[in-house]
């Protein structure tokens, strides 16, 4: 995994975080489909993900699935920072692999910055970097081709085509999934011409 794909690993401190959700958090399986947090429901845990991946979904008023974020083994999955106000989730969050997370509940971190400085820190931090994360992201959706999203997206992760199905990596672009197959073509006839 690259650790530069969601990029906010890398402005956080992930050690505090893993630390407390595998010494103090819950070993919880998910099968592939199930769901880490339902639409509506306010997430009940931050978790540490041991193995396996996950997408962030959001749904257009007719209904539509679209693909908005994406977790991979060693990363962080919560509906963050939402939970720490108790507000519902405006998206699901699906395995879409086995995984095995570890889960510290959310209840207990907000609980915990009440009164602990050094946490309400980290906290504040890691949605700094969160924000950096998501409007880096936001500002690529306008600013770059489809063709230039695709080549960060498998120079970032060259086996996502392995992990995640066609029609959610076409979601996570914003295009569809004809145009994702055109672009892998394109990628393979120049390595060919090359």
């Known amino acids: 995994m690259s650790e530069d794909f969601n990029t906010y690993i890398n402005h956080i ?9 595998v010494s103090e958090g819950q070993l919880r399986h998910y099968k592939r489909g199930e769901e880490f947090l339902r639409i509506g429901e306010v ?9 396996g991946t996950l997408k962030y979904v959001a ?3 007719a209904g ?3 693909v908005v974020g994406l977790e991979f083994e060693g990363e962080f999955v919560v509906d963050f920072p939402q939970c720490l106000y108790d507000s ?6 699906i395995a879409v692999s086995p995984c095995d997370i570890y889960c510290f509940p959310t209840k207990e971190v907000a609980r915990r910055m009440q009164t602990d400085l050094k946490l309400k820190d980290v906290v504040m931090h890691s949605t700094e970097a969160l924000f950096s994360t998501v409007y880096t992201r936001y500002l690529s959706m306008y600013c770059k081709t489809p063709q230039e999203r ?5 120079e970032k992760h060259p086996d996502m085509f392995a992990i995640f199905p066609l029609k959610d990596i076409a ?9 994702l197959s055109r672009l892998r073509r394109n990628v393979k006839k120049a390595a060919w011409n090359s």
């Open 64 to 66: 539509k699935e679209h």
């Open 43 to 51: 997430s009940k845990y931050i978790g540490y993900i041991k193995s």
């Open 88 to 93: 519902p989730s405006i998206v699901s969050i």
């Open 150 to 154: 695709f080549d960060e997206l498998v």
């Open 59 to 61: 749904f257009s008023a």
């Open 171 to 179: 979601s996570y672009l914003n295009i569809t999934p004809t145009h």
């Open 13 to 21: 401190n992930p050690d505090f975080w893993r630390d407390l959700c």
